[in-house]
C-alpha cells in the first residue's frame, strides 16, 4: 500500500488517531505463506494415476 493511506483514510473516516498505535508481529507478513506451507505438508495428495484410476472417490476418501 502507498504510504500514508492508513491515516489518510482514519482521518476521513474517524478524525484523527492521537494515541492510537498499531502493534502487529513482524512475522504477520509471512503468516500467509506460513499457514500455506503447514497446510501443504499435511495434506494427503492424491497422484494423477490414482484418480486416473479410482476417480473423485480418491479425493473422497
Known amino acids: ?3 500514508g ?7 476521513r473516516r474517524h478524525g484523527p488517531l492521537d494515541g492510537i498505535r498499531l502493534c502487529a508481529p513482524p512475522e504477520r507478513k509471512y503468516s500467509a505463506w506460513i499457514e500455506a506451507a ?3 505438508a499435511t ?3 492424491t497422484a494423477a494415476e490414482m484418480y486416473e ?6 479425493i473422497n476418501r
Request: glycine letters at 4%; aromatic letters at 10%.
Open 1 to 3: 500500500m502507498q504510504a
Open 5 to 11: 493511506v492508513f491515516d489518510h483514510l482514519a482521518q
Open 38 to 40: 503447514n497446510t501443504a
Open 43 to 45: 495434506a494427503s495428495w
Open 53 to 58: 484410476e479410482e476417480g473423485a472417490a480418491a
